[in-house]
C-alpha cells in the first residue's frame, strides 16, 4: 500500500497509457516507487505502439481504494473520468493538458496542466527539469502519444511545443515519425475486430455541462462509412445507453485521419444543441464536421457553450 | 482590454498581494502586457512590506468582467475567493500552493500548483526556469510572502523550498530576513487601529465543505488577549455574519506570532464539530490550539474531515 498508483482515464487512450508508464518511469528514476495501471482495455493503436517500443500492457485496477492510498493522475483530472474510489485516495499529483472540472482535493498537491496537445510533451519537460535521461523506448512511447493526440500534428491541438518535443524524441527513439505515426494510427483506424458496442465505448468520456451530462464518444476511421453504414443499429444502442444512465446528450464522433474531418452523430434530448453548436444542420441526427478532429479543443468548448445558452 | 490582469485572492495577505506584482512584472518581462490588481484593503504588514522595497499598492478592482477579458490568478483558486465577475472571464494561468476546489474551466490552461509554504516559492523558481533576473525589490517582495505565509519558518506549511529560497531572496534584496521579517510580523500583528469587524474580515476566506458553508478568519496577535478579551463583541458581529451568509460554520483564529499557538472561536450550527477536529474541548466556544498557527495545513484539513463525518 506504499506504492504510489499513476493511471491515465478510463477507456484509455494511448496518450493515458503510455503517459502513465513514462512517468512512473520518471518517479522510479527519482526514488519513488510507483506503478503504471490502467483502468480498461488497450486499444489496437495502443497495442501497437507498446509492441514497437517493447512494453507490456500496464496492470488494470478495478477500484483505486483498494489497491493504494496516494496515487498521480496523469492525462485527466475529472473525476467521473477517473478510477472508482477516487473520493477515497489522496492525489498527490496531476499531470494533464485538460481544462480542470469537478477536481477537488482535500490537501495541497502538485498539478501541472498546460495547454499542449499532450501529456507526454509536459511529462518530456520534466525529464528535462529533473535532468533525467529519456531511454529511447521511453521517447517511442511519448512520440507515440504525440502523434497520437495530434493526429500526426494535424490536430488544433498541436501546438509548436508538442512538434518540437515530437522531433527530439523521433532522434532519441531512432524511429521516422511521419512513417511510424501513420503506420499507428492506421492500426488504430483498423475497426475490424470491433463491435459496435466497442465503437461507443473506446474512447467514450463523461462530461458535466452546466447541469447537463454528456458523453462524447469518439473512434479514428480511415473511411467514416465502415462506420456510419450502421447508423441505425448504433442509434438503438445509444439509445439505451441515453436512458441507463440518464444522459442529455450521447455525441458520437467519427473522425476521417487521412482528410482530418469528422462525421457526428447526435442524440439524446439536447441532441438539437448541437446544431448551434457547430453551426451547421443536423440531418437524419447526423452531420459533417469539416476541420473538426479534436474533442477536447473544438467538441467540448462548442457543446459546453451551446448548452450553456 | 487586451491586458491580462493578475490578481490573488479577496481580503488579500502579503503572499497574495506581492505574488500579484511580481508575476506581472515577470510576464512584462516576457513581454506580456499584464497588470497586477487588488480584490480588497492592504493590511499593516503588506503596507510594511511594499513601504519597505518601494512598491506601491496594486489598483482595486471591483468586478474583473469589466476590466479584462483574460486573467491570471495567484495564491488562490476557490472561485468564492476570487474576483466579482470571474466566472465571465477566461483564466488563462494559476499559479498556486493550495488545494483545488470550486475551480473549472472551459478551456485548457496553464495551472502549476505545488505543495509549498508560499506562491512566492514557485514564482521564483519560474523566474530561473525562463531565465529572468530577478532584481533587488521584487526578490525583496518574493522574501516578504515567504516570511508571512511561513510566520518566519516557524508554521507547519514551510517546506524546505521556501527556506532555500527565501535565503537566496535575502542576499539579493540585500537584508537580514530574521531582523527584517519579524518588524514586518509585528507591523501585521499591530491590531491597534483595527475595528472588531477589521478583525473578523482583514484575512477571512470562505469554503464549501462538503454541503456546508464555513468561513474561517484569522488574525496574527502578539497578544491574543488584546482580541480576547472583546469576545462578546466578537460573537455578536459573528452571529450577525453567520445569519447574513448563511453559514453553517465561522471559525475564527487568534495566532500568536511569538509563541505559535492560536486561540480559536467557533460560532455556528456545526461549531461542536470543531471540538472533533482538533480533538479538544471548547469551553465558552474557545479553545486554546497548541501549535496550530496554519489554516491551510492544521485548520481545513481538520475541519473538512470533521464536517465530512
Known amino acids: 500500500m506504499t506504492k504510489v498508483l ?13 503517459s502513465a508508464i513514462v512517468y512512473a518511469h520518471l518517479k522510479n528514476q527519482i526514488g519513488m516507487e510507483a506503478e503504471a495501471v490502467r483502468l480498461g482495455d488497450i486499444n489496437n493503436e495502443t497495442k501497437f505502439a507498446l509492441e514497437k517500443f517493447g512494453f507490456d500492457s500496464p ?3 478495478e477500484n483505486v481504494s483498494t489497491e ?13 473520468q477517473s478510477a472508482e474510489g477516487i473520493e477515497e485516495v489522496q492525489i498527490t499529483e496531476v499531470i494533464d ?36 535521461e529519456v531511454p529511447a523506448n521511453i521517447a517511442g512511447l511519448m512520440l507515440s502519444a504525440i502523434v497520437s493526440d495530434t493526429l500526426l500534428f494535424k490536430s488544433p491541438t498541436c501546438t509548436e511545443e508538442d512538434i518540437v518535443a515530437a522531433r527530439e524524441l523521433e532522434q532519441i527513439a531512432g524511429v521516422n515519425v511521419e512513417e511510424y505515426g501513420l503506420a499507428m494510427l492506421k492500426a488504430g483506424a483498423d475497426l475490424s475486430d470491433k463491435s459496435l458496442e466497442d465503437l461507443l465505448t473506446l474512447d467514450a468520456k463523461e462530461f458535466g455541462m452546466g447541469e447537463s451530462k454528456v458523453i462524447i464518444a469518439q ?25 441507463e444512465k440518464e444522459l442529455d446528450l450521447f455525441f458520437f464522433v467519427v473522425t476521417d485521419i487521412l482528410n482530418n474531418d469528422s462525421v457526428a452523430l447526435a442524440l439524446g434530448k439536447l441532441a438539437l444543441k448541437a446544431e448551434a453548436a457547430f453551426n451547421v444542420p443536423f440531418v ?26
Open 284 to 309: 437524419n441526427n447526423t452531420a459533417l464536421l469539416k476541420g473538426v478532429v479534436s474533442r477536447k479543443k473544438q467538441v467540448v468548448p462548442a457543446l459546453t457553450e451551446a448548452l450553456a445558452e
Open 219 to 243: 473512434v479514428n476511421a480511415v473511411d467514416v462509412n465502415d462506420v456510419m453504414d450502421r447508423q441505425v443499429e448504433l442509434e438503438e444502442l445509444i439509445t439505451r445507453e441515453i436512458q
Open 68 to 80: 493504494a492510498k496516494k496515487v498521480i493522475l496523469v492525462d485527466h483530472n475529472e473525476k467521473q
Open 6 to 18: 499513476v493511471f491515465g482515464h478510463q477507456n484509455p487512450d494511448t496518450d493515458t497509457i503510455t
Open 97 to 132: 493538458h485538460h481544462r480542470i472540472a469537478n477536481f477537488e482535493t482535500a490537501d495541497p498537491l502538485y498539478y501541472r496542466a498546460e495547454p499542449v496537445g499532450c501529456t507526454a510533451t509536459i511529462i518530456n519537460k520534466i525529464y528535462k527539469e529533473k535532468g533525467i
Open 59 to 61: 496492470r488494470l485496477i
